[in-house]
């Protein structure tokens, strides 16, 4: 999988939005952006993913650059519950099979009560 | 999303002994199931990936006669930490892949493994 590059911790105010920003100037057409979280002493829990399209769900936005290098997860909110480690990950297409993902060391973000 | 139970959360065991971790899909059929370990402070990282029906794959510098996986069902993979030895001590976490194109995965709560 290619590599992406990430903050090594982000601090935000709650209640306020945070936009954690992910470069994966390696990327491939083929490879889709995901996004993990993991929050402490839990297995990570998957929040959204993209390919060349901004998307939007319950949990977060995603925002893809044009060029598809770089790429910016948007919690609009922020509460003391978003507290995680946030790995923002590439994993291929591969019509239909799945492989394992490589986790990077993701961004702690901290919240402030 | 997927539910995923892993059993059991937490087990201390002596040096020398095995340790079986179960892996559950609670809702819907995994073909697919993987397991990583993620040592304390560090990221995870991919153990094997484990298929229903067939042997598992093991990443480069995992031992599978150590690791045993077996995949009896499409909701239930397990896996045997054979010989234990304190190095082996670390935080066990299953996922699993629904029947969808993007890979997106579903994991389980986590085992943490002390071993004295």
């Known amino acids: 999988d290619a590599k992406t590059t990430q903050p090594n911790s982000m601090e935000s105010n709650e209640e306020e939005p945070v936009h954690l920003p992910c470069n994966h100037s390696?990327?491939?057409?083929?490879?889709?952006i995901h996004w993990y979280r993991q929050l402490p002493s839990q297995g990570p829990e998957y929040v959204i993913h993209?390919?060349?399209s901004n998307v939007n769900n319950r949990m977060a936005s995603l925002a893809i650059a044009e060029d598809r290098k770089s790429s910016t997860l948007i919690l609009h909110r922020a509460t003391l519950r978003d507290a995680a480690v946030y790995y923002c990950?590439?994993?291929?297409?591969?019509?239909?099979?799945?492989?394992?993902?490589?986790f990077g060391k993701g961004t702690h973000l901290i919240i402030q009560p | 999303g997927a539910v995923v139970s892993q059993h059991p959360s937490w087990v201390i065991c002596k040096s020398g002994t095995s340790v079986k971790i179960e892996c559950r899909s609670l809702?819907?059929?995994?073909?697919?199931m993987f397991w990583y370990r993620q040592f304390p402070k560090q990221s995870l990282m991919l153990m094997a990936t484990?298929?229903?029906?067939?042997?598992?794959?093991?990443e480069q510098g995992v031992e599978k006669d150590k690791f045993l996986i077996n995949h009896a069902s499409l909701t239930l993979s397990t896996l045997t930490v054979t010989s234990a030895h304190p190095e082996d001590s670390s935080f066990y976490i299953c996922?699993?892949?629904?029947?969808?194109?993007?890979?997106?995965?579903?994991f389980g709560p986590g085992t943490r493994l002390t071993v004295l």
């Open positions: 990950i590439l994993s291929a297409y591969s019509g239909g099979g799945a492989d394992g993902l490589t």
């Open positions: 390696t990327i491939s057409g083929t490879d889709y």
């Open positions: 993209g390919l060349t």
């Open positions: 809702d819907f059929q995994a073909t697919t």
């Open positions: 484990s298929n229903e029906g067939s042997k598992a794959t093991y």
């Open positions: 996922s699993l892949v629904a029947r969808s194109s993007y890979n997106e995965q579903f």
